[in-house]
């Protein structure tokens, strides 16, 4: 498009002509790709959908194709590729997202974009993005954020789909391919259950034959982090994350809390990074079955000994890299064992954390935030050097100064309320790679903001990091960051009625999950509160306040009503609200259980697990009371309802494959 003059500060004396121009025509795409996964030389239909309706379809073979996509100012484009027993599917997006990759000579290559290698994973992708929705995504934004819900079981439905495209004859009569399976919930969990589950046996090496993307080493990010699933983007939740940035010739890869506190690094390997662990990371279950004479308990030792990383999916806006973590198991004092190794796929987005600039800026920090911390753990984890040691308000002075507040056990040795006011102070700035660096103690922390949730809590990627004897030691991750700003805290007249809590919409089933479930925590004016799911109810607990702050007691027995020689507390949860939006409610929830006997048989103070979380108001069931009064629960669970509508904003820092 040309550029057009300035217009002029005052308006011409005459004006010969205007002359109206149309605008210039959209041109038809060329899409040039290929299809993996079906045999060499196979032929079948490939037909381009936008919104859903069939516009174009021509006979193809799988080595290679050429199709033109019509000319199209909205919709989201799919290609399709069917043959008996396959129907793969690739999103290509958005019309304008073609236009721009393709550039100038109107042609879609590999070179621009992996969207035209049609195969089980693109297939994979597309219909996550369709159940995570409950339809087809309306844009690339929509898309992308759809993704990164359901990247979790992206391994599961990919590996169906490979497995069921080298032999249909495994299909159910009822199905004639793996997506119509795949679409079909019901059927294909039936399915996975008749067959004991047997497709998803070893899910990496049918994963290994769907070729990655070529990867040019030389052109990664200075750092980059692959995050997990979350439950929304909007409503950010803890998942996992792995940052990735150069050292010297080298990269190092920070893990999160499963490397027990070690580092990986490696360098680039053809198309793949590989990497190793900076030390070791080792566990020993010393209580492992022998099956020789006698049943005698032997140890089970793990040993992680690398981590392939892969870029898969690389699309304008996108990219997704397939985690391939390789660990061996052995048992040296029981020769009835054999040893094997085990080896675990991941799907993960990836994101340049370069592109965080405008989220990660120092007047998001000033004043109170809830942020995770890291400590110490050599004393405590199996020797581990690091560790995630709870969740804390952050008090950011605009000088680099603060403090971390409210600092340790918000119960007594007898779980009854007491306050906690433990601090510790720390230095902050703003550090040359773009992250929050705070230095608590011995631990450094950085913090990128990557996604804008509901603006009263950020998504942030953090890496920790610290010299131990023993060694450098770092912890990666993903959590909330809340902003204090909440008026009013819990009180009597509050809490009663139908809530949600973030940790209960994530269930982990072989299907791709919307992550809505039916869970309610129904509380009456009594105290009483029970958890209902289903059409059942559960866990009872006793509830109270103090200080603004929610405490709910498991006992021994679903009748107690207090402590007693006979109601003992099991867990208490503890909640501090922090910030509302709407009718949710962000805060701090601590779990406290009983933190048994040490070797001399003193009683140990009370276990805790600190974590960012979220209460939110919902619908009381039909038919259902405050007091929770429905049937019993009988440990039956169903599968929630596919599709969630649920949106979130932009993210930053999505790797482009530019």
Known sequence: MEARAPAPLTAPAKVEAQVRRRPAATPVIQVQGDVVGVAPGASGMLRVHVDGQLVQQVAATADGFAIDVPASTSGMITLEYVQPGIHFVS??????????????????????????????????????????????????????NAVRQAGGNLGSSATVLVRLAADPTLLPPSHDTGLALLRDRP???????????????????????????EMDAAGLPERFALVGPLLDVGRPTPTTALVVEHEGDALRMHAPSGSLGVSYLGHADGDALVMVPDGEIALVNPHHRCPGPGQLWTERHWKATGTVLQRQWASDGMEIWRV???????????PYLEGYVERWTQFMPAFDLARTGLLTDARRFHGERALPIFCSTAGQHNGVPMGDCGYAVHRFARNGSGEILELGHKVDDDFQPIQAHGRLPFAWTMGTDGAMHVQAGEERTRYWVLDGGDRTALGVVHVS?????????????????????????????????????????????PTIDSGASEVRILRDTSGRSVTWEAGYT???????????????????????????????????RYFRPLARVGDRIHGIEEMYSPGGTD??????????????????????????EADGATRPYTGHRTLPPAGSKRGGEQSAGLLRAD
């Not at 070797?599 to 259902?624: K, T």
């Open 324 to 334: 391939t973590s390789e660990s061996e198991v052995s048992f040296p004092d029981c």
């Open 538 to 572: 559960g866990i009872v607990e006793r509830w109270t306040t103090a200080w603004g702050r929610l405490y709910s007691t498991r006992y021994s027995r679903p009748t107690c009503l207090a402590p007693s020689s006979e109601c003992r507390p099991e867990v208490v």
């Open 599 to 624: 070797i001399d048989g003193n009683v140990l103070p009370p276990a805790v697990y600190s974590r960012p979380q979220f209460h939110e108001r919902r619908e009381m069931p039909e038919g259902v």
């Open 187 to 213: 059927a294909f969990v039936e399915y996975l259950s008749s067959t004991y589950y047997t497709l998803l046996n070893d899910e990496s090496a049918a994963l290994d034959l769907i070729p990655a993307a």
């Open 91 to 144: 999103p290509l997006g958005s019309y304008a997202s073609l236009a721009r990759m393709a550039g100038a000579d109107g042609r879609l290559t590999r070179d621009d974009c992996e969207c035209t290698r049609i195969s089980a994973f693109s297939t994979a992708l597309q219909h996550a993005t369709e159940t995570m929705l409950g339809r087809p995504a309306r844009n690339d934004g929509e898309f992308r």
């Open 465 to 509: 990091d610290a010299e131990r004897e023993t060694g450098y030691a770092s912890l990666a991750g993903y959590s909330p960051m809340i902003r204090v700003g909440v008026t009013d805290t819990y009180g009597a007249r509050t809490v009663p009625g139908a809530w949600g809590y973030a940790t209960f919409d994530a269930i982990t089933t």
